[in-house]
């Protein structure tokens, strides 16, 4: 006996048992169908019903992609590198070449095909390996579905469990798909979710994987492997194990040949010899391609935009599982070309492997939608990695905003009827009359001073903000009596006090704490984005939001358990009056633009108008700028967020370099708008208007005609003491926070110049009630 005996008798052997299993299997598949139509439909009506929804859809599901505001893809979130295709989306000798080597008799059988399936089992055993499909392409349809839908590790056990129980009901199963889905479908549906190896489910990521092209693309050479791969996607994986791939390409072409195709543009005519010989002979073509994007620490651009879009999609009841298995289609509001740009002028600032961290994150006015997010880290990579980073500081809290708070003061004194030009003059330093150091109702009054001596004694509400006065906002806090107008303004506007790591609002009302304009605690720079884009969008807040759609792998928006869509548009609203902040966006523009004595003139692009505010907080451990024209705002920070150690420098340095970096090439592209002018009302206040008067006696006599009482400069208000004081007409401002008289006065000086002059005969200083050395 030779030595190959044994093996074949064994062979034999196994043989002899497997037809007899297979015949009986067989036996049991088709008994339900000889019992007469209405038993076959019977039967695959409850099959159908026990399915899962995926495999009673036409299409598999696929990644969830999110998409920038142009279309272009940001990343995708999948459990399964996959991409459905249509029928008419993969070439014809793709078709042909799956079907002649896994289920030959695909087009005559109706689900389940006894004889192909004793064929297929007679030619693998004699063979010791799988050389052609035995289930049929329906049956394989229905185990690959049920083991990539499972949700649990039981589930998953079920759909492959080598038992004639499970081949049963799978073959039942597709006896019953067979009822209701015409062949192309379960033909294109099983190519989409077939595993193909290398990561690759379904035939576009197939054919995009190992040969860079499309499934509609796919020529014999190619469609040949692919179909090879099915069987054993591991060990016949051309980019890994090149030999073993081509023998089995071979074998499908050989199949191919056999039954008269792999010839013609369908190769559905014969091939020749010839054909076969050098199609065998020639090497496996392969391109690899760049496997897709997956989660956000590989996004292609925005991997903080990206995480926060999906901190956004989990609130909205999205779990991760229904991301990677859900197939949608997420549009968001980047902007590719600001994000860029943003990226660009943090890391030229503060580079990645600083240890520093730079944020900038713009809003778009009047919507609401979040444009970019750039910070000096690369997301959700190693974190051993100094330039990595998975704390999202774009969004988190983490150090304060210092001065930009004081934009909060001035809207809440506006409202309150205290107008931009009204005078407070304080010393060096200022000690508050209302709040305390520690808060609360004891102890030492809160005092503090200015950075610097340039700041004049006496100045009005926007020479004091876009100077950024210590000590004037200190006493406009005295004047409104309690922070929690201010505080309420803030929250109006758009800052959220209730994220991880922050002082509550309530917290900061309750503790009388003066030093709310000053921002000390952690801030969100989304949050300032977002209050500071209500100011330039003349006091409409909307919600932050980087969503516009989510739509379902079928095309219709993805909706919530109330049957309403998850994005239901832009939320916005009027907070407070146009006026008031029309009238701030003209006050911060001084800060920025040339020609007064701001501190944020690194900011400025020229030909644009500009409105913004800096920050510092004690230490200079975080500067901050926010800066908006009518179209964006933008909020910088640069913060240590370990330690107290200076950053270097103020707002006005590197944050404002990096808004003017950043917004520059965007602005550059786009026609300049304007903010609407500022409203006398918060200008002036309730102002009366009297003629023009030159004497002392006669202006007294001009303001006591108007039924007013004249105002008599204080001690310490950097104008000559007891003078009477009014401005020309452009200015307007009191003298005094209690002061009686607020009137325009024109005396014949140059427009906008203060008009200083002797007090009239019997005219005294009204009395200095409090002790502050300001009348009244």
């Known amino acids: ?40 439909a019977r039967n695959s009506t409850s099959l159908l019903d026990a399915l899962p929804v995926e495999l009673t859809d036409k299409t598999p599901t696929g990644s969830t992609k999110i998409l920038a505001a142009d279309g272009s893809l ?24 799956i079907v002649d080597i896994e289920d030959s008799r695909f087009y005559e059988h109706k689900g389940v095909d006894a004889q192909g399936t004793l064929r297929a089992l007679a030619k693998n055993v004699a063979a010791g390996r799988t050389e052609e499909g035995g289930s049929t392409l329906t049956q394989q349809l229905v185990k690959q579905t049920l083991l990539q839908t499972a949700s649990t590790p039981q589930e998953a056990q079920a759909a492959t469990e080598q038992s004639a129980g499970r081949k ?54 190619q469609a040949s492997v692919l179909a090879g791969l099915v069987q054993s996607p591991t060990d016949d994986d051309p980019l890994l194990y090149p030999d073993a791939a081509q023998k089995r ?69 999205l779990s991760d599982t229904e991301l990677a298995r859900g197939g949608y289609t997420v549009q968001t509001t980047l902007r590719p070309d600001l994000q860029r740009s943003g990226d660009a002028a943090v890391a030229n600032t503060v580079p990645l492997d600083n240890d520093l961290i730079g944020v900038f994150d713009v809003v778009e006015p009047g919507t609401g939608h979040v444009l970019a997010m750039s910070v000096n880290r690369r997301f959700g990579c190693d974190v051993s990695d100094r330039t990595c980073e998975s704390v999202n500081f774009g969004v988190q809290p983490s150090k304060g905003s210092g001065s930009t708070f004081k934009m909060f003061v001035a809207a809440a004194a506006l409202e309150a009827g205290i107008p931009a030009n009204h005078v407070i003059t304080t010393p060096e330093p200022y000690t508050s009359r209302v709040f305390h150091t520690a808060g609360g109702d004891k102890g030492p009054f809160y005092s503090l001073g200015n950075v610097g001596d340039n700041y004049p ?34 929250e109006r506007l758009g800052m959220d006090f209730s994220r991880p790591n922050q002082r509550s609002a309530q917290s900061w009302i309750d503790g009388k704490s003066g030093s709310f304009p000053y921002s000390p605690e952690p801030v969100s720079p989304l949050d300032l984005a977002s209050a500071y884009s209500t100011i330039a969008a003349s006091g409409v807040k909307c919600t932050p939001t980087p969503l516009v759609s989510i739509t379902t792998a079928a095309g219709q928006p993805a909706t919530g358990d109330d049957g309403q869509p998850l994005v239901k548009g832009d939320a916005c609203g009027q907070v407070i009056d146009p006026g008031i902040a029309n009238t701030l966006n003209q006050m911060m523009r001084k800060d ?5 004595a701001g501190t ?53 340095g590197k944050p404002a370099a990096i808004w003017r970096e950043a917004m520059t090439p965007v602005l550059a592209n786009q026609p300049t708008r304007e903010f609407p002018p500022a409203d006398d009302k918060y200008v002036l206040g309730d102002r009366v208007t009297v003629p023009a008067c030159g004497s002392p006696d006669e202006c007294q006599a001009v303001l006591q005609q108007a039924g007013l009482r004249p105002v008599v400069t204080p001690v310490d208000s950097g104008l000559p003491a007891g003078s009477l004081v009014g401005l020309t007409p452009g200015t307007g401002s009191q003298v005094a926070p209690a002061a009686v008289v607020s009137v325009a006065v024109s005396n014949g000086v140059g427009a906008g110049a203060p008009a200083v002059l002797p007090p009239p005969d019997g005219v005294q200083p009204p009395p200095d009630l409090n002790g502050d050395g300001i009348p009244g």
């Open 600 to 652: 944020a003139h690194d900011a400025w692009v020229p030909g644009h108008q500009i409105a913004g505010k800096t920050g510092t907080v004690q230490h200079n451990d975080s500067v901050t700028f926010v800066g908006s024209t009518p179209e964006y705002t933008g909020a910088v920070m640069v913060l240590r967020p370990k330690g107290i150690e200076s950053v270097g420098g103020f707002g006005g």
């Open 249 to 317: 390409r071979n074998q499908v072409l050989q199949r191919m040949h056999d039954l008269g195709h792999g010839g013609g543009p369908a190769a559905d005519q014969p091939m020749t010899d010839q054909e076969l010989t050098d199609l065998s002979a020639s090497p496996i073509p392969t391109a690899e391609g760049v496997r897709p994007p997956d989660g956000c620490a590989n996004a292609l651009i925005g991997g903080f935009f990206c995480d926060y879009v999906h901190t956004q999609l989990n609130a909205l009841g």
């Open 457 to 490: 004694p006496t100045l009005t509400m926007e020479e004091a903000l876009y100077r950024s006065s210590n000590t004037y906002f200190l006493a406009l806090e005295d004047e409104l009596g309690s922070v929690e107008p201010v505080v309420r303004m803030a």
């Open 1 to 40: 006996m030779s030595e190959s005996a044994p093996s074949r008798v064994g062979a034999l052997a196994k043989l002899i048992v497997v037809l007899v299993v297979a015949g009986g299997l067989v036996a049991a598949i088709l008994l339900p169908f000889v019992g007469g139509a209405g038993l076959i």
């Open 592 to 596: 920025v633009e040339p020609g007064f």
């Open 74 to 97: 940001i990343t995708e979130f999948y459990e399964n590198n996959r991409t459905p295709v249509t029928a008419d989306q993969i070439s014809p000798v793709m078709k042909r070449a």
């Open 168 to 221: 049963l009901k799978e073959a039942r199963l597709a006896l019953a798909l067979e009822q209701t889905y015409s062949k192309d479908e379960i033909l294109t549906r099983y190519l989409n979710i077939a595993y193909f190896g290398h990561g690759a489910y379904g035939i576009e990521a197939a054919a995009r994987t190992y040969f860079s092209v499309g499934a509609g693309e796919l020529t014999l050479p």
